[in-house]
């Protein structure tokens, strides 16, 4: 079983607040990523990172931003929220051979009124 | 039009069925080919892994990868109420394009006892 935690799991907050969704893997893992996936659509890469001090923008436009100051730690901010960032967040982590076998955390939940 | 097509179904079966996923895809790069399983409010876990074309069985299932169609398959055998899941594809091509999976929206199965 994988171990990787994403906290909080759900999480309702008001328009305008500063949120953080945390992501940690004990697995040592060098890659690290953070997809936003809607009820019935496919998951969108919205940030990646390849190690410590890495981070790149995936394909799926984000008003969100990262950061990996450590390798088990992959924290996802957003400075304003807006409802229309209400989704599902799901980080996953890789070993660094490989991009393909990725492991997903449990998902937060998000909803902003 | 979209790199990676699945039918969302739902597709509800009864127990003991033989159950077909599919989908197909536009990308020839694509090389790298997986199915995820996701139970509600769970993140996704790996199922199959299958590089390039060809089959592979692990117990109940098998994937199937048929390059030249561009057409990906998972096949359940005997299935269980267990089964009940959405069932992701996803699929990469190799390092040089990033590697980064690109996924289906999904299949929602619901096998009934």
């Known amino acids: 079983e994988a171990d990787i935690y994403q906290t909080p799991r759900y999480l309702v907050i008001g328009t305008g607040k500063k949120i953080t969704l945390e992501c940690s893997q004990t697995?040592?893992?060098?890659?690290m990523y953070w997809y936003q996936q809607d009820p019935g659509m496919e998951l969108h890469l919205i940030h990646y990172s390849y190690g410590v001090n890495s981070t790149e923008k995936g394909d799926l436009s984000s008003e969100s931003t990262v950061s990996r100051i450590r390798t088990e730690h992959f924290p996802l901010t957003l400075e304003s929220a807006r409802p229309s960032h209400t989704s599902q967040y799901l980080c996953?982590?890789?070993?660094?051979?490989?991009?393909?076998?990725?492991?997903f955390g449990p998902g937060t939940r998000l909803t902003v009124t | 039009q979209k790199e990676v097509e699945q039918d969302p179904g739902p597709l509800s079966v009864p127990e003991g069925a033989i159950v077909s996923l599919n989908c197909t895809y536009s990308?020839?790069?694509?090389?790298?080919f997986m199915w995820y399983r996701q139970y509600s409010r769970k993140g996704p876990e790996l199922l199959m892994y299958?590089?390039?074309?060809g089959n592979k069985e692990d117990g109940r299932f098998t994937a199937q990868v048929d390059k030249s169609s561009k057409y990906i398959s998972l096949f359940i055998r005997d299935s269980q109420p267990s089964d009940s899941a959405t069932y992701l594809c996803?699929?990469?091509?190799?390092?040089?394009?990033?590697?980064?999976?690109?996924f289906g929206q999904g299949t929602t199965l619901q096998v009934k006892p």
């Open positions: 299958t590089y390039s074309s």
């Open positions: 697995m040592g893992h060098d890659k």
């Open positions: 990308n020839s790069a694509f090389q790298y």
């Open positions: 996953a982590s890789s070993e660094a051979r490989t991009t393909d076998e990725q492991y």
């Open positions: 996803a699929m990469s091509a190799p390092p040089g394009n990033t590697g980064k999976l690109i």
